[in-house]
């Protein structure tokens, strides 16, 4: 990895959803009010770098960039677009910059990014939590099997440790003995659920789409596409040159999931919702699917799709909550056990060492 790409990767990070929403909403306000395009991503950099007075600010660095690719034409300037934004929205964009839309676009980013940071804040938060409980009961062990433990399981005091003594006691162990495998075998069961979400497709898949965490997955994208898909298809595209769009930057789960749709749009299925449902994969969910297949021959169907996909946003936020509430519960109870069998084995602990010593 050289020099130049962990620059471009740096910067990347610095232009996370809010700069970008920032950006897009200041570049979709000059251009409504007649600003030209060139001249709105100029005054942008002028105010991102301070006039040029901090040209190497990120934000500058990447107006500057799209300023300079606007003055080449259209392809230059989506090429500089691509190189920053995530696939979804760059998508939307560059639909917007081919139709001349590019304020419509803008928006229909906004709304999307805004989502999605929804969905992802809603995820962390509720995630967050669990994790932090586990930690702490995790902590709490291995801190009984450094202090409590190298006292009271001595060569020939182990053998009459009784009920929650003895529990305690093997439970602290097997922290202080397996903590550092099952900590590495945690790690490795993340990296391979991150490697897995975007790229494991096939029929199993279809399957394991169904419960947690590649629900939450799903549910995550859905929410996605059916924006973006209510946001070209508004701005006049047709559904099979939106399918086709999306599958360039999709990953290779969603981009299984659009082919398929696409072939039975290819086949003369004219309902959107009729072709997620030949597909058989439940994305971007049953009770969505129903509901397009119901109103897809309506003569509104384009704004009736807004309101659905705003719809499935809300009811994807609720979805998240209460598939991750199992695992916050679970946690709870999980820590409050913990709590429980150090408090009550502490003290019997004490008991029946009390009893070994003074009760012969």
Same mark, same amino acid.
């Given at each position: 990895?050289?020099?130049?790409?962990?620059k471009?990767?740096?910067?990347?990070?610095?232009?996370?959803?809010?700069q970008?929403?920032?950006?897009?909403?200041?570049?979709?306000? %000059?251009?409504?009010?007649?600003?030209?395009?060139?001249?709105?991503?100029?005054r942008?950099w002028?105010?991102?770098?301070?006039?040029?007075?901090?040209?190497?600010?990120?934000?500058?660095v990447?107006?500057n960039?799209?300023?300079r690719?606007?003055?080449?034409?259209?392809?230059? !300037?989506?090429?500089?677009?691509?190189?920053?934004?995530p696939?979804?929205?760059?998508?939307?964009?560059q639909?917007? =910059?081919?139709?001349?839309r590019?304020?419509?676009?803008?928006d229909?980013?906004?709304?999307i990014t805004?989502?999605?940071l929804?969905?992802?804040? *809603?995820?962390?938060?509720q995630?967050?939590?669990?994790?932090?409980?586990?930690?702490?009961?995790?902590?709490?062990?291995?801190?009984?099997?450094?202090?409590?433990?190298?006292i009271?399981?001595?060569?020939?005091?182990?053998?009459?440790?009784?009920?929650t003594?003895?529990?305690? =006691? *093997?439970?602290?162990?097997?922290?202080?003995?397996w903590?550092l495998?099952? %900590?590495?075998?945690?790690?490795?069961?993340?990296?391979?659920?991150?490697?897995?979400?975007p790229?494991?497709?096939?029929?199993?898949?279809? =399957?394991?789409?169904?419960? !947690?965490?590649?629900?939450?997955?799903?549910v995550f994208?859905?929410?996605? !596409?059916?924006l973006a898909?209510?946001a070209?298809?508004?701005?006049?595209?047709q559904?099979?040159?939106?399918?086709?769009?999306?599958?360039? *930057?999709?990953?290779p789960?969603?981009?299984?999931r659009l082919r398929? *749709?696409?072939?039975?749009i290819?086949?003369?299925?004219t309902?959107?919702?009729?072709?997620?449902h030949?597909?058989?994969?439940?994305?971007?969910?049953k009770?969505?699917?129903?509901?397009?297949?119901?109103?897809?021959?309506?003569?509104?169907?384009?704004?009736?799709?807004?309101?659905?996909?705003?719809?499935?946003?809300e009811?994807?936020?609720?979805?998240?909550?209460?598939?991750t509430?199992?695992?916050?519960?679970?946690?709870m109870?999980?820590?409050?056990?913990?709590?429980?069998?150090?408090?009550?084995? !502490?003290y019997d =602990?004490?008991?029946?060492?009390?009893?070994?010593?003074?009760?012969?």
């Amino acid at each position: 990895m050289d020099l130049e790409t962990l620059k471009i990767a740096a910067l990347k990070i610095q232009f996370n959803a809010s700069q970008r929403i920032r950006v897009y909403r200041k570049l979709a306000g %000059l251009i409504r009010n007649n600003v030209s395009r060139t001249e709105a991503l100029d005054r942008l950099w002028e105010h991102a770098s301070d006039d040029g007075r901090k040209p190497d600010d990120a934000i500058a660095v990447i107006l500057n960039e799209w300023r300079r690719a606007e003055r080449n034409g259209e392809v230059a !300037f989506c090429h500089a677009v691509r190189r920053w934004v995530p696939s979804n929205e760059y998508a939307l964009l560059q639909s917007g =910059i081919v139709v001349g839309r590019i304020e419509q676009a803008l928006d229909n980013v906004i709304l999307i990014t805004e989502g999605s940071l929804r969905l992802k804040r *809603t995820i962390y938060a509720q995630l967050g939590y669990p994790v932090v409980l586990i930690i702490a009961a995790t902590v709490l062990f291995w801190y009984i099997s450094q202090t409590l433990v190298p006292i009271f399981d001595q060569p020939g005091m182990a053998q009459h440790w009784t009920g929650t003594a003895r529990l305690l =006691i *093997t439970a602290s162990v097997a922290v202080r003995d397996w903590a550092l495998v099952f %900590l590495t075998s945690l790690l490795v069961l993340l990296a391979a659920l991150i490697v897995a979400l975007p790229r494991w497709t096939g029929a199993k898949r279809v =399957i394991a789409d169904r419960i !947690f965490p590649f629900s939450l997955y799903r549910v995550f994208h859905g929410s996605s !596409f059916l924006l973006a898909f209510s946001a070209m298809l508004a701005a006049g595209e047709q559904q099979h040159v939106i399918l086709r769009a999306m599958q360039q *930057t999709a990953n290779p789960w969603l981009r299984e999931r659009l082919r398929q *749709t696409q072939f039975f749009i290819a086949q003369g299925v004219t309902n959107i919702g009729d072709a997620l449902h030949r597909t058989k994969m439940g994305f971007p969910d049953k009770e969505i699917i129903g509901d397009l297949r119901t109103y897809a021959a309506l003569p509104n169907f384009d704004d009736i799709l807004n309101d659905l996909a705003h719809q499935w946003l809300e009811d994807g936020l609720r979805k998240v909550t209460e598939q991750t509430n199992y695992l916050k519960y679970g946690a709870m109870v999980f820590v409050a056990l913990v709590i429980l069998v150090g408090y009550l084995g !502490f003290y019997d =602990i004490i008991g029946q060492f009390q009893s070994q010593m003074y009760g012969r």
